[in-house]
């Protein structure tokens, strides 16, 4: 792509982010407003994700003339990852007729619009991040930390850690340090990795690295002098190939280091070169664009000339993939929705009514061609995350490949940590918590 | 316990926190080039250092050679100390200081906007060919890349300190960092120094851009490094070489010190703040920095 073709893209994308004039909504179309990223420095992870989502629009409304004959339409409003600017773009967005969902992928952004998105009534996405409790829709009914919430990654990793181990039991005496983000994201995962220390009996030791983290020389000496059996990492952005990078330059095997879902792209292994080589990370969905879903949206999508990435490289990767399974979360949402409500727009609530049936079993991911790209998800009006697996990726320099099967969280554990969580929010904001009839009952306006 | 004390653990920690001090004092000398001429502080350093590597790594992932694009980048950072000369200090001649300093705060978001706008939002990874594996001394492991490092930013400050103190033009730098206006009154050509200065801080960023971008990855983080070098300048002085330098390895061993001595007791991920807490005591005894030049002014 040419500078001034960038230059284009970036003066278009500036234009949609400032324009007033969005498609009117018709009957007949269902609007997403979108607080993308595309620049700043998280912008390798939010042009990942917002092409891949948009692409998955594109192939439904290309392939399929919409959902149902409802055309999917979008804008996107700039925020550079920044809480300010993502509130700024919803008070702008807001407005559009037929608004489907929000999915800022931001947990800044997200906590900021948790009241806004309740009284306006439609829901907000948080796919594989957001506040744990969160998931308890008694207490958040517009609230779905999709597929993934923090404690359940942090099961997870454990339950990888200890098939490492031979299972549950031979995690008992093990070592474990866990890096951290020193911030709120970073430090949500504290207390439950406590917990699952003192059920299965492994040392536990927790060590923040202040933000950026470009930093790291003394965390990672104190890693080396602590001998841990695995270090698990929770990093983001930068912090992630300094890691990396340290962790070679102390000497720690890092085919002995466990990346969490914030820490599972090719941006937070390239920089690191070959000290990445071997490290393996927790993801929802894989990647690759071998999948039929992916090969559609090439087929029918780029090679129109209407793909988002600029660079074609980038199809299939972590950010990308992601992108287009929140794009078949959404959609098919909308789809449920539909056959409840009649195929035409919906309003926000009754979107929200078709996340909390959204129900994909295997069976049914493989028939929308993303078998292996993602399990399953099994939403309930009283569980927003849907019992999303996890599987193991790991670097061989060039790709990532799967190493694991797909992995069940503890969920049965987990629950009753996430309801004292979101119950004590309840009691704090006054929230009464909701039924199974109050989550039935629909606002058509 | 005294016997328990872990020496070898110590002089490794403080190695490491030495040798990522002067890493530091490579960013903060960019800062002292400018500030010693035009008492500017350029918060825009950060970002031409990101700018400088993220031209680098584009142009070797196009098949340039390393020299060559070393060379084009070079020269791109001379036009832009041009472009900044003409249409930025020029205009602001003899205009207050903070006002100098919000233009050059509004220039950090023009070079981060252009950089990826014209190079794109990717991650890029930067091979220097050094292998940053750990080098055993005496028990102690040292990063042979740091070590590489330390030898850049030394050699960077003997070619600066011989070019400020023996040729004509760093003599004239001084004269203009000394007095502006008795500078100009005695014929020395403002333009032409502000212009060769801003050229030679855009060569620290770009040696600076390139290690640290062999460090972290060549991405937007790197304009961040500033503020590493922050409490460097206050502990150093703004306007001093050799303070960047020993500011640099101060703060470095202080900061991981601390971090694993008495981080604990405060939660962990104390480095950030505690590089500001040791800087700010240094204020409270040399307003000045170690090295700055103290302010003498009559009443």
Avoid: C
């Avoid at chain 1, 993308?36 to 917002?50: C, H, I, K, L």
């Avoid at chain 1, 900021?112 to 008694?138: E, W």
């Avoid at chain 1, 949500?188 to 536990?204: C, H, R, S, V």
């Amino acid at each position: 792509m040419t500078i001034i073709s960038k230059f284009k893209a970036v003066a278009l994308s500036a234009a949609l982010s400032l324009s007033v004039a969005l498609p009117a909504a018709y009957a007949d179309e269902q609007y997403f407003p979108l607080q993308s990223y595309r620049v700043g420095p998280y912008a390798a992870g939010g042009t990942g994700f917002f092409g891949g989502f948009i692409d998955y629009l594109n192939l439904i409304n290309t392939r399929d003339g919409g959902v149902n004959g409802v055309k999917l339409t979008w804008s996107e409003g700039e925020t550079q990852y920044e809480v300010e600017k993502g509130v700024e773009v919803y008070e702008r967005l807001k407005s559009n007729p037929g608004v489907a969902a929000w999915n800022p992928l931001s947990v800044g952004i997200a906590y900021a619009m948790i009241d806004r998105i309740t009284q306006d009534k439609v829901p907000l996405i948080t796919i594989n991040h957001g506040r744990t409790d969160s998931t308890d829709g008694r207490v958040f009914p517009y609230v779905f930390p999709l597929l993934l919430n923090p404690y359940s990654e942090t099961s997870g990793i454990v339950n990888y850690i200890a098939s490492k181990e031979g299972g549950l039991e031979g995690l008992k005496g093990k070592k474990i340090v866990v890096l951290y983000h020193g911030s709120p994201y970073g430090k949500e995962t504290i207390p439950i990795y406590e917990l699952l220390a003192q059920k299965y009996g492994f040392e536990l030791q927790q060590i923040e690295v202040p933000h950026p983290g470009n930093e790291q020389q003394s965390q990672w000496l104190t890693i080396r002098r602590a001998k841990p059996d695995f270090v698990v990492l929770r990093g983001w952005g930068v912090m992630n190939p300094v890691a990396l990078k340290t962790a070679a330059k102390v000497g720690f095997p890092v085919d002995h280091i466990v990346g969490n879902v914030w820490s599972n792209s090719e941006e937070d292994v390239i920089p690191a070169g070959d000290a990445a080589k071997g490290y393996t990370a927790i993801t929802t969905q894989a990647s690759g664009a071998e999948y039929p879903v992916v090969k559609e949206i090439v087929k029918t999508v780029y090679d129109a000339g209407k793909g988002n990435l600029e660079d074609k490289k980038r199809i299939g990767s972590v950010y990308h993939n992601l992108g287009i399974v929140n794009g078949i979360l959404n959609v098919e949402a909308i789809r449920i929705a539909q056959e409840k409500f009649g195929k035409r727009t919906l309003t926000g609530d009754e979107v929200r009514w078709g996340f909390e049936h959204l129900k994909l079993d295997p069976a049914k991911v493989e028939a929308l061609g993303a078998k292996g790209l993602f399990h399953s998800i099994n939403v309930s009006w009283d569980n927003h995350e849907g019992e999303g697996y996890v599987t193991f990726q790991q670097w061989d320099g060039a790709k990532w490949n799967v190493v694991s099967d797909w992995i069940a969280p503890d969920w049965a554990l987990l629950r009753p940590i996430i309801e004292k969580s979101s119950e004590a929010y309840a009691a704090e904001k006054g929230i009464k918590l909701r039924t199974a009839e109050d989550a039935d009952a629909v606002s058509t306006n | 316990m005294m016997a328990d004390f872990d020496y070898l653990f110590f002089i490794e920690v403080l190695v490491g926190g030495l040798l990522s001090g002067v890493m530091y004092s490579l960013v903060a000398i960019g800062f002292v080039l400018i500030y010693k001429t035009s008492g500017v502080l350029n918060f825009a350093q950060g970002a031409m250092l990101l700018f400088a590597a993220l031209t680098f790594v584009s142009l070797v992932e196009r098949g340039v050679p390393f020299a060559l694009a070393f060379a084009i980048t070079f020269a791109a950072m001379v036009a832009i100390g041009i472009a900044i000369e003409r249409t930025v200090l020029r205009p602001l001649t003899n205009k207050p200081p903070i006002t100098l300093f919000m233009a050059t705060l509004g220039l950090s978001y023009i070079l981060e906007g252009a950089a990826q706008l014209i190079w794109g939002t990717q991650v890029h990874g930067l091979d220097l060919g050094i292998e940053d594996l750990p080098l055993e001394i005496g028990g102690v492991f040292i990063s042979q890349f740091d070590i590489f490092a330390a030898a850049v930013a030394a050699g960077m400050v003997l070619l600066l300190s011989l070019f400020f103190r023996y040729t004509r033009i760093g003599l004239s730098f001084r004269a203009v960092a000394d007095d502006q206006f008795a500078a100009l009154a005695v014929g020395l050509r403002l333009p032409l120094i502000w212009t060769t200065v801003w050229a030679a801080a855009g060569l620290v960023a770009l040696v600076a851009g390139l290690l640290w971008g062999a460090r972290l990855g060549v991405q937007f983080s790197l304009s961040l490094v500033v503020l590493k070098a922050l409490p460097v300048l206050v502990l150093g002085g703004f306007d001093s070489i050799l303070g960047a330098i020993v500011g640099g390895l101060l703060i470095g061993a202080s900061e991981k010190l601390a971090e694993v001595y008495i981080g604990g007791y405060f939660g962990g991920g104390i480095e950030t703040w505690f590089a500001y807490v040791v800087a700010l005591a240094f204020l409270l005894i040399r307003p000045a920095g170690l090295f700055g030049q103290k302010l003498v002014e009559r009443v």
